[in-house]
C-alpha cells in the first residue's frame, strides 16, 4: 500500500531564515505531487504540483519554491521566510489527476 | 473561475443523528469530480468521498452519502448514525482539470454525545 512522509512535523523559524520542507511517497511510481497550504481556519490553497521528476508547476506566485530531485520525493524551500508563510502545509500524492491523497502535514511557525 | 461554498461554518448534533452539510460549486465544465474530505484535529486531510459529474446516481459510502444536484451546482454531504470519530472539519472540493482541486472554506462539525 502507499504511503506518505512529511517532516519535520513541527517547525518554528525566525523571520528571514531559509526553510526546507520534505515529502516523501512509498509504495508507487511516477506519483503526481502537490504541495498546499493551509491558514488557520481556512481551506486548503494549492501552491505547486509536479507530473514528474524535474517538472513543476507554481500556482502563486510567492516566497516559496518547490523541487522533485527524485521520483517520490518532493521539496518546499524558501530562502527567506516572511511572518505571512506561517500555516499548516500539506503535501499530496495522486497517481490520477482527479484524485489526491495527503501526507499529516507540517506546522510551520515563523517568528 | 471555479469556486466552491460552503455556507454551514459550524453545526453541532447528537451522537447517532443524522446530519447534512452543504456545498454550492461553480464551474463552467460539463465533466469534473467533486469530493468531501474529512479533517480531524490531527489535521491530516482524509477522503471521505467522491462523485463524478457524468454519474447521476449519488455516491454513497458506508454511513457517508452525497446528494448531487448538477442543475443546481449543490453537493451535499450527509452523515448516518453519527459518532463521536466524526468530529472534524469538513472540505467540499472541485476538480476540473489542470491538476487543481479547489476547496470551499470547511464547516466544523462537532458530535455531541
Known amino acids: 500500500s502507499q504511503t506518505i512522509h512529511q517532516w519535520p512535523a513541527t517547525l518554528v523559524q525566525p523571520v528571514g531564515s531559509p526553510l526546507s520542507l520534505e515529502c516523501t511517497v512509498e509504495?508507487?511510481?511516477?506519483?503526481?505531487l502537490y504541495w498546499y497550504r493551509q491558514a488557520a481556519g481556512r481551506g486548503l490553497q494549492l501552491l505547486f504540483y509536479?507530473?514528474?521528476?524535474?517538472?513543476i508547476s507554481s500556482e502563486v506566485p510567492q516566497n516559496l519554491s518547490a523541487s522533485r530531485p527524485q521520483d517520490r520525493q518532493f521539496i518546499l524551500s524558501s530562502k527567506k521566510l516572511l511572518l505571512s508563510d506561517s500555516g499548516f502545509y500539506l503535501c499530496?500524492?495522486?497517481?490520477?489527476?482527479?484524485?489526491?491523497?495527503f501526507g499529516p502535514g507540517t506546522r510551520l511557525t515563523v517568528t | 473561475a471555479q469556486t466552491v461554498t460552503q455556507s454551514q461554518p459550524e453545526m453541532s448534533v447528537q451522537e447517532a443523528e443524522t446530519v447534512t452539510l452543504s456545498c454550492t460549486y461553480d464551474?463552467?465544465?460539463?465533466?469534473?469530480?467533486l469530493f468531501w474530505y474529512k479533517q480531524p484535529p490531527s489535521r491530516q486531510m482524509i477522503l471521505v468521498i467522491r462523485?463524478?459529474?457524468?454519474?447521476?446516481q449519488n455516491a454513497t459510502e458506508n454511513r457517508f452519502s452525497v446528494n448531487f444536484q448538477k442543475a443546481a451546482k449543490s453537493f451535499s454531504l450527509k452523515i448516518s448514525d453519527s459518532q463521536l470519530g466524526d468530529t472534524a472539519m469538513y472540505f467540499c472540493?472541485?476538480?476540473?482539470?489542470?491538476?487543481?482541486?479547489?476547496f470551499g472554506q470547511g464547516t466544523r462539525l462537532t458530535i455531541n454525545p
Open positions: 509504495g508507487t511510481s511516477n506519483p503526481n
Open positions: 464551474t463552467s465544465e460539463s465533466n469534473y469530480y
Open positions: 499530496a500524492w495522486g497517481s490520477t489527476a482527479y484524485e489526491q491523497y
Open positions: 509536479s507530473v514528474g521528476i524535474g517538472q
Open positions: 462523485q463524478e459529474a457524468y454519474k447521476q
Open positions: 472540493a472541485l476538480f476540473q482539470g489542470a491538476q487543481k482541486l479547489v
